[in-house]
C-alpha cells in the first residue's frame, strides 16, 4: 500500500490498494478476489478490517460475490457505453439511444410514465420559470436487452407544451422520438444542450430499479435543452456504476 496519513482507517487503504489492481488489470475481470484470510495475513489486519475492504469495492459493484464460492471482480463487459454526440447530428434520428443500442447490437428500449406537477424549485430554476409553475414529468427506465441500464427524469413546461401533439412525450405520433425532433414537430428549435456531471449515491427507490444496491456511488447528468436562450426541457439521468457516458465533440467545425 501507499503511504497515506495515519488517519486514513485500515480498511480504506487496503480497499484503495485492491481498487487499482482492480484499475490497471492486476486484478483482471473475472479474476476471484483474495480471501479474508489472505487479505489478514498480507496486511497485516484483523478479519473484521479486511472484511470492511471487501464490503467497500462490493458497494462500488467493482466486485461481486457467489454463496459458497467468495467474491470476483465484475467483468468488464458488463459496461455500457453510449456515445453522446454533441446533439450536433440529433435530429431527424428519431429515438437516440435505441440507435445507439443498435449499432452496438443491442435491443434498446425503455418504460416511461407522464404526470402533471408543479415545479419543484431547483427544477423551476434550471426551467427558468416560477416554482410550482405547471410542468410534464416523465420517468424513464431504460434497458439494453431487456436488462435496466439507466434512469432518467425529464420535466417540460406546459406553458410551452401544453395542448399540442407532445404534451406527453411518450404518447401519439411522435412517441419515442428524440427531444430535439419532438419540438421541431411543434416549432421549437432547439439550438444547444447544456449537461452537468453530479456525483451523488443512488437512492433506495433508483435502486429497485435498476436491480442494484442502495447508497452505491453514482453520477447524474443534469441535462437542460435550450430553443436560443429559453430551456424547453431539463432532465436527471442517472448513471449507474457499469455506465460511461462518451462525449464525441466536434473540432474545427462550423
Same mark, same amino acid.
Given at each position: 500500500?501507499?503511504?497515506?496519513?495515519?488517519?486514513?482507517?485500515?480498511?480504506?487503504?487496503?480497499?484503495?490498494?485492491?481498487?487499482?489492481?482492480?484499475?490497471?488489470?492486476?486484478?483482471?475481470?473475472?479474476?476471484?478476489?483474495?480471501?479474508?484470510?489472505?487479505?489478514?495475513?498480507?496486511?497485516?489486519?484483523?478479519?473484521?478490517?479486511?472484511?470492511?475492504? #471487501?464490503?467497500?469495492?462490493? &458497494?462500488?459493484?467493482?466486485?461481486?460475490?457467489?454463496?459458497?464460492?467468495?467474491?470476483?471482480?465484475?467483468?468488464?463487459?458488463? $459496461?455500457?457505453?453510449?456515445? =453522446?454526440?454533441?446533439?450536433?447530428?440529433?435530429?431527424?434520428?428519431?429515438?437516440?439511444?435505441?440507435?445507439?443500442?443498435?449499432?452496438?447490437?443491442?435491443?434498446?428500449?425503455?418504460?416511461?410514465?407522464? #404526470? =402533471?406537477?408543479?415545479?419543484?424549485?431547483?427544477?423551476?430554476?434550471?426551467?427558468? @420559470?416560477?416554482? =410550482?409553475?405547471?410542468?410534464? =414529468?416523465?420517468?424513464?427506465?431504460?434497458?439494453?436487452?431487456?436488462?435496466?441500464?439507466?434512469?432518467? $427524469?425529464?420535466?417540460?413546461?406546459?406553458?410551452? $407544451?401544453?395542448?399540442?401533439?407532445?404534451?406527453?412525450?411518450?404518447?401519439?405520433?411522435?412517441?419515442?422520438?428524440?427531444? @430535439?425532433?419532438?419540438?421541431?414537430?411543434?416549432?421549437?428549435?432547439? $439550438?444547444?444542450?447544456?449537461?452537468?456531471?453530479?456525483?451523488?449515491?443512488?437512492?433506495?427507490?433508483?435502486?429497485?430499479?435498476?436491480?442494484?444496491?442502495?447508497?452505491?456511488?453514482?453520477? @447524474?447528468?443534469?441535462?437542460?435543452?435550450?430553443?436560443?436562450?429559453?430551456?424547453?426541457?431539463?432532465? &436527471?439521468?442517472?448513471?449507474?456504476? &457499469?455506465?460511461?457516458?462518451?462525449?464525441?465533440?466536434?473540432?474545427?467545425?462550423?
Amino acid at each position: 500500500m501507499r503511504p497515506i496519513a495515519a488517519r486514513t482507517p485500515k480498511y480504506l487503504l487496503i480497499a484503495d490498494d485492491l481498487r487499482e489492481q482492480i484499475i490497471d488489470g492486476r486484478l483482471a475481470p473475472g479474476a476471484q478476489m483474495p480471501s479474508l484470510t489472505e487479505l489478514q495475513e498480507h496486511y497485516e489486519v484483523s478479519e473484521r478490517t479486511a472484511y470492511e475492504a #471487501t464490503k467497500v469495492l462490493l &458497494n462500488e459493484s467493482l466486485t461481486y460475490s457467489k454463496p459458497g464460492a467468495g467474491s470476483f471482480v465484475r467483468d468488464r463487459a458488463d $459496461t455500457v457505453r453510449m456515445v =453522446r454526440h454533441w446533439y450536433r447530428d440529433a435530429a431527424g434520428k428519431g429515438s437516440p439511444w435505441r440507435a445507439e443500442m443498435a449499432a452496438a447490437g443491442r435491443r434498446g428500449s425503455w418504460k416511461a410514465s407522464s #404526470t =402533471r406537477v408543479e415545479a419543484p424549485p431547483a427544477i423551476a430554476e434550471r426551467l427558468q @420559470v416560477q416554482a =410550482r409553475d405547471p410542468l410534464m =414529468r416523465t420517468s424513464y427506465l431504460f434497458t439494453a436487452d431487456d436488462l435496466p441500464t439507466y434512469l432518467s $427524469t425529464s420535466w417540460e413546461p406546459l406553458s410551452i $407544451t401544453l395542448g399540442t401533439e407532445i404534451m406527453l412525450p411518450e404518447q401519439g405520433i411522435h412517441a419515442g422520438a428524440g427531444v @430535439v425532433d419532438r419540438f421541431d414537430a411543434i416549432g421549437v428549435h432547439i $439550438t444547444r444542450a447544456v449537461e452537468e456531471l453530479v456525483p451523488r449515491a443512488l437512492t433506495i427507490t433508483e435502486a429497485d430499479k435498476l436491480r442494484l444496491r442502495p447508497g452505491i456511488p453514482i453520477i @447524474v447528468i443534469e441535462r437542460t435543452y435550450y430553443a436560443g436562450d429559453t430551456p424547453v426541457e431539463t432532465a &436527471n439521468i442517472v448513471l449507474p456504476p &457499469n455506465y460511461r457516458a462518451v462525449y464525441e465533440i466536434p473540432v474545427g467545425e462550423a
